[in-house]
């Protein structure tokens, strides 16, 4: 991974600035996504980490335009696709950007493949739905897409029974790629995955990336995977970005107390300890958040500033970007 950006095209691919999703209940009022802004480049490769419920997969679904209504609604801010509102796009005009323009590999490939057809018709029905071609350039196109994720060709009219976990993950790879988006979103896409299989999986989706060009969101608790396949990262906690970075920048120099905590609570094989270091506390109740700094509760460093009002995001580095009072010394 090169540390310089300097060959990446300064124009973002796709820009999200100050989303807010929320879901209205009958008693109460989610707060999943609390004004979150990224940009991606083209070419480029984007970690999302943080816990379990901190807003990453809704984030994913607001940028597909999937948040079920009701009771999910977007309620501000804007996501640009090379420049266009997607959020002005008719339901019409997304489904033909969903699968050719952004594709989406959901959390789990045992559940997200059709058990009644055959992988080959799952992939074709993508190629079809997005491309005027005749019936057998469609299936010499699914081939290709079998074939270039390593599933031999001869397996088009087997069904998804028929393969083990890391090979359905390739089908279902092979089905986000099948119209070379330039946008794909992976949603822990090796979970449900042995250590093996991730890593195969990753080379491959790495290779693939380099091969069509296309740019990568990629959703994940686990810090090594960022380490991996991405150039930057961002942090996420309570629905909002807390810190933003390269990759170097972050490993190397974490600044948010919930940045250090994460890395403070993995094994590490250079020190010796004795016992793990667990960010203490819970995730604050999407329902019912704080009008100041969201991990105040949990933090190590907290002061009595940290109370007054949201900390706003400043540049600690150029690129390098953290919401928190903290960290700028105040």
């Not at 509102?85 to 699968?99: D, F």
Request: hydrophobic share 40%.
């Amino acid at each position: 991974m090169d540390k310089t950006t300097d060959m990446v095209p300064a124009a973002p691919l796709l820009r999200v600035s100050d989303l807010r999703i929320h879901f209205e209940m009958e008693r109460e009022v989610v707060e999943a996504v609390n004004g979150m802004s990224f940009e991606l480049l083209k070419g480029e490769t984007l970690g999302f980490v943080g816990e379990t419920g901190a807003g990453k997969t809704t984030t994913a679904l607001g940028i597909m335009r999937l948040v079920q209504t009701p009771p999910g609604r977007v309620v501000a801010g804007s996501i640009a696709l090379n420049g266009e509102e997607l959020l002005e796009k008719s339901e019409a005009e997304m489904r033909k950007i969903r699968g050719n323009k952004i594709s989406m590999i959901f959390q789990d490939p045992m559940t997200s493949l059709n058990p009644v057809l055959t992988v080959g018709e799952q992939i074709q029905e993508v190629i079809r739905l997005h491309n005027d071609i005749s019936d057998a350039e469609a299936v010499k196109r699914t081939v290709d897409m079998l074939e270039m994720v390593g599933i031999p060709g001869e397996r088009y009219n087997e069904y998804p029974h028929q393969f083990s976990g890391g090979m359905k993950q390739r089908v279902v790879i092979a089905i986000a790629l099948a119209c070379s988006p330039e946008l794909l979103i992976a949603d822990e896409p090796t979970t449900a995955l042995d250590v093996t299989i991730q890593a195969q999986v990753l080379d491959m989706m790495r290779e693939l990336k380099e091969k069509i060009g296309t740019s990568v969101l990629m959703i994940t608790h686990d810090l090594g995977v960022i380490a991996e396949t991405c150039d930057k990262v961002a942090i996420v906690y309570a629905g909002q970005i807390v810190e933003s970075g390269t990759v170097w920048q972050i490993f190397d120099n974490p600044q948010h107390p919930y940045t250090r905590g994460l890395f403070d609570s993995l094994p590490s094989l250079d020190k010796e300890v004795r016992r793990l270091k667990p960010i203490e506390g819970l995730v604050p109740n999407p329902a019912d958040l704080p009008p100041y700094c969201s991990f105040y509760e949990r933090c190590g460093r907290r002061a009595e500033a940290c109370r007054a009002g949201e900390p706003e995001t400043v540049e600690v580095e150029p690129g390098h970007r953290v919401m928190c009072r903290c960290a700028r010394g105040e």
